[in-house]
C-alpha cells in the first residue's frame, strides 16, 4: 500500500524558514517523480515543485524561485521542501504527491493528507 | 503565470449526467496529457483521470475523460449525492516548464 505522510509544517514568521518533508512507502522510491502541491485556505489547488526520480531534474512555479528547493533521499524514501524567505501569501496546506513517471509533471495518482503551513507575525 | 479554465460549478439530479470542461492553450492541454482530480471536502485531491482518458484501478466507469483541441472534458454519469467534491484538471505547460491546474468546479447533487 502506498503511503505518503508529511511533516515540517508551522507556524513561522515572515521572512523565516521551513523544512518540509514526505516520508514515502509502499512503492520502488526512486522510479517515481515526487511533487508538491499547495492550497491556500479557501483555494484550489497550486503546483509548487517536482523532482525526477533520479533527482536530477527539478521544476519550480515561478513564486517560489530562488526561494524553495527541492530534494529526495532516494536511500531514505525521502521527499523535502526547503522554504526559505517565507511570505503570507505561502500560507497553505502543502501535499507531497507521487507522479505517475520517471520524469515530473504528468499526473499524481497518490497524494498525503498535507502539512499546514501558516507564515504570520 | 497562466490557469486552466473550469466553470464554478455545475450541478445536476442524482441520476442524471454532469459534464466538466477544461480549457487551455497549445502549451498545455492541446499538446499533454491531461488529468483529472476530485477532492472530497477536508480531504486530498485523488486522480480521476490520467492521460486524457484513462481511469486508475479503482475509480468507476461512471467517470469518463475526452480531450479534443485545447479543450477537455470530464464526464460523470449516475451523479450520486456521494459525488459531490471539487474537481480540478491539470496538465504540463510546455513552454512555462510548469504543471497547471484547473481553477476547480464544485459539483452539486441538486
Known amino acids: 500500500e502506498v503511503q505518503l505522510v508529511e511533516s515540517g509544517g508551522g507556524l513561522v514568521q515572515p521572512g523565516g524558514s521551513l523544512r518540509l518533508s514526505c516520508a514515502a512507502s509502499g512503492f520502488t522510491f526512486n522510479n517515481y517523480a515526487m511533487t508538491w502541491v499547495r492550497q491556500a485556505p479557501g483555494k484550489g489547488l497550486e503546483w509548487v515543485s517536482g523532482i525526477s526520480g533520479s533527482g536530477y531534474t527539478t521544476e519550480y512555479t515561478d513564486s517560489v524561485k530562488g526561494r524553495f528547493t527541492i530534494s529526495r533521499d532516494n536511500s531514505k524514501n525521502m521527499l523535502y521542501l526547503q522554504m526559505n524567505s517565507l511570505r503570507a501569501e505561502d500560507t497553505a496546506l502543502y501535499y507531497c504527491?507521487?507522479?505517475?513517471?520517471?520524469?515530473?509533471?504528468?499526473?499524481?495518482?497518490?497524494w498525503g493528507q498535507g502539512t499546514l503551513v501558516t507564515v504570520s507575525s | 503565470q497562466s490557469v486552466l479554465t473550469q466553470p464554478p460549478s455545475v450541478s445536476a439530479a442524482p441520476g442524471q449526467k454532469v459534464t466538466i470542461s477544461c480549457s487551455g492553450s497549445s502549451s498545455n492541454t492541446g499538446n499533454n496529457y491531461v488529468s483529472w482530480y476530485r477532492q472530497l471536502p477536508g480531504t486530498a485531491p485523488k486522480l480521476l483521470i490520467y492521460?486524457?482518458?484513462k481511469r486508475p484501478s479503482g475509480i468507476p466507469d461512471r467517470f469518463s475523460g475526452s480531450k479534443s483541441g485545447t479543450s477537455a472534458t470530464l464526464a460523470i454519469t449516475g451523479l450520486q449525492a456521494g459525488d459531490e467534491a471539487d474537481f480540478y484538471c491539470g496538465a504540463w505547460d510546455s513552454s512555462l516548464s510548469v504543471y497547471l491546474f484547473g481553477t476547480g468546479t464544485k459539483v452539486t447533487a441538486l
Open positions: 492521460d486524457n482518458t
Open positions: 504527491a507521487k507522479d505517475g513517471r520517471t520524469q515530473p509533471g504528468y499526473d499524481f495518482d497518490y
